[in-house]
């Protein structure tokens, strides 16, 4: 269904679905906040609404998308920073 959409709205997507993401904690994630290694995202306290930091995980197949996207994204640009 969602094959036709662009790698960065599949992530987005599968993110918020996967790992219960509001739309402000998605949209502030950076570079810095993914433990690949753990699959694992930092939820700064700064964009939560209780004003509380989290980790969270996110599935096996988000991380596939998540690299596919990391690939995508570095043929763009090499700057660390937000994540979408």
Do not use: I
């Not at 094959?3 to 997507?13: K, S, T, Y």
């Amino acid at each position: 269904m969602f094959r036709g959409e662009p790698v960065r709205n599949r992530v987005m997507l599968a993110l918020a679905y996967d790992a219960a993401l509001r739309r402000e904690e998605l949209c502030s994630l950076r570079t810095d906040d993914l433990d690949r290694a753990h699959r694992m995202l930092r939820v700064r306290a700064e964009t939560t609404k209780t004003r509380r930091g989290r980790m969270v995980p996110y599935s096996a197949p988000t991380g596939v998308l998540l690299s596919d996207y990391l690939r995508h994204r570095a043929m763009l640009r090499r700057a660390r920073g937000p994540l979408f």
